[in-house]
């Protein structure tokens, strides 16, 4: 017995680490293509086709055949839309241009901001509650700002190098200049999926998770592909010429989109979102010793600092967001146990109400 309880406790443990790898390598990937000279925009392209085509399949078994029920309504349609655009269009073309300018661990350790930028949006649609008086509530807006100003100071202080090569001192300045550059186009891209985050909540009252997910990357393809053929109508631009740029494209699409999305949304329906969240600093740590191996990137003290801030930022949040939940159980648990008749439903789950669950979602 006691065995059978130990593996079902690992198994969360084992599916977030394996989520938290498959990022970290996409990540990884996708810059190696960019550096052989493959478009960002058309590996979005390319990413978003081959997220379609592998959940498909899957929607159309859950659906059991069903045309109809594949259709997500003109509400849910509507809202599915705006997100494609806004969180996967816009947050792919600054997170892919991003990386392409900076560097793969910049742009996996700013990703730790987001749930620290969607408790702002949160609070400012009044789906978070903010009181100063709370402790909860000061952890989750300290951690915010910790959070922000990591990311910033990574984008400005590097300080002394610690891994790989050195910098040629003609084309320092130009390197800055990009890094720069690529720092602020993270924040963008950040700022972008914590917004589709919250649109989730709109999204998931129309239709179920599988459905949006397949509905999206369909619809993030067909609108990458028509920015993408205005903006790069060069045909050089669409070939993949070496497994250096397939294999990205592969990755990306089957394991990046469609396999992490059954992991993490298995992950929180057993757990919760409160422990998915938990498990993304491992990405940012994962990423520094790959790409250090596989792409030579330098590392410098500072960016590790931030790092470390950023990581220490989202903690806080983390926490605030626990207590916050502990705190409804047992109002929820010393309702029941005075016997007191309402109308509550011991079965639903109310955190999704005030935007947690999206707040705490993994990039």
Known sequence: ??????????????????????????????????????????????????????LFPATFIAKRGKVREMAPGLA?????????????????????????FSSSTMATTTANSIPAITFVMGASLGLEKVNLRSLRSMAKLGGTIICVGGAVGMIFVKGPKILNVTVNIVSRGLL??????????????????????ILQVQMCKYTDPLLVATWTSFLAASEAAIYTYFTE???????????????????????GSAITFYLQSWCVAKR????SAMFSPLTTLITIVLASIMLHEELYIGSLICAIVIIGGLY?????????IKTKEDRSSAIHA????????PQADYSGNTAEEPLLHNN
């Open 1 to 54: 017995m006691g065995g059978i309880i130990w593996e079902e406790e690992l198994k969360p443990c084992l599916a977030m680490v394996a989520t938290q790898f498959i990022y970290s390598l996409m990540t990884i990937l996708a810059k190696g293509a960019f550096n052989h000279g493959f478009s960002p925009m058309v590996f979005v392209v390319y990413r978003h086709s081959i997220a379609t085509i592998s």
């Open 76 to 100: 849910g349609f509507s809202w599915i839309l705006l997100g494609s655009l806004v969180g996967i269009i816009t947050n792919q073309i600054l997170l892919y241009y991003g990386i392409d």
């Open 176 to 197: 800055i200049n990009k890094w720069i550059l690529g720092g602020f186009c993270l924040l963008g891209a950040n700022f972008c999926w914590s917004l589709w985050l």
């Open 233 to 255: 109508p060069q045909l050089s631009h669409w070939k993949i010429t070496s497994f250096d740029e397939l294999i990205p494209c592969l990755f990306a699409g089957v394991f």
């Open 272 to 275: 919760g979102p409160l422990y």
């Open 316 to 324: 806080m949040v983390l926490w605030g967001k626990a207590e916050e």
């Open 338 to 345: 005075t016997g007191i008749n309402t109308s509550i439903d």
